[in-house]
T-cell receptor, first 116, second 112 residues
Framework: GAGVSQTPSNKVTEKGKYVELRCDPI?????LYWYRQSLGQGPEFLIY????????DSGLPNDRFFAVRPEGSVSTLKIQRTERGDSAVYLC??????????????FGEGSRLTVL | ELKVEQNPLFLSMQEGKNYTIYCNYS?????LYWYRQDPGKSLESLFV?????AVKQEGRLMASLDTKARLSTLHITAAVHDLSATYFC????????????FGAGTILRVKS
């Protein structure tokens, strides 16, 4: 696609529910990143993929969060047993590669998650 | 650990005035980025600065990098209302791959 596409754009769920957020990167980009942006703050790194493998998942806050990228393109961020503190905008970005200097990160519009 | 600090966090200015946003980072870095974010929108890349002394300009915005001081500045010249947005700096370091560490952002409001 022309840009990074994220769905859904908005998700409202109840505490304790399971949520999946999807990211479709720019065609040909092998690196994919997930960030979380809480209100009034800068994006916080969660995880990034180079191809199908998670190269760095050090930003995932706990084991309720998991992300996959099975075919090296689309990625899904999965949140189990959601909590109110998970409410944020989840941003996805992609770049040509994840090597240093591997190109600019292009961000999607984000998925706004609200946990009631 | 790589940390990025911006100041000010909020800036209200009159049209036509000049001002500077500062971005400090805690350890050596390979690349520094400036992004713009409009309310409810995603991040738009403004500048990438790669080396000490780098300066880039686009319209009324100019970004510079001093790697020795671990400081980047985003200078706004003769502000106009359309520049109202939140501005983020973000830093990348080779050992972290291509992932970025962001500052908290500076909310800029330009009053007509």
């Amino acid at each position: 696609g022309a840009g990074v596409s994220q769905t859904p754009s908005n998700k409202v769920t109840e505490k304790g529910k399971y949520v999946e957020l999807r990211c479709d990167p720019i065609s040909g980009h092998t690196a994919l990143y997930w960030y979380r942006q809480s209100l009034g703050q800068g994006p916080e790194f969660l995880i990034y993929f180079q191809g199908t493998g998670a190269a760095d998942d050090s930003g995932l806050p706990n084991d309720r969060f998991f992300a996959v990228r099975p075919e090296g393109s689309v990625s899904t961020l999965k949140i189990q047993r959601t909590e109110r503190g998970d409410s944020a905008v989840y941003l996805c970005a992609s770049s040509l590669t994840a090597t240093p200097g591997g190109g600019e990160l292009f961000f999607g519009e984000g998925s706004r998650l609200t946990v009631l | 650990e790589l940390k990025v600090e911006q100041n000010p966090l909020f800036l209200s200015m009159q049209e036509g005035k000049n001002y500077t946003i500062y971005c400090n980072y805690s350890t050596t870095s390979d690349r520094l980025y400036w992004y713009r974010q409009d309310p409810g929108k995603s991040l738009e890349s403004l500048f990438v600065l790669l080396s000490n002394g780098a300066v880039k300009q686009e319209g009324r915005l100019m970004a510079s990098l001093d790697t020795k001081a671990r400081l980047s500045t985003l200078h706004i010249t003769a502000a106009v209302h359309d520049l109202s947005a939140t501005y983020f700096c973000a830093v990348a370091r080779q050992e972290y791959g291509n992932k970025l560490v962001f500052g908290a952002g500076t909310i800029l409001r330009v009053k007509s």
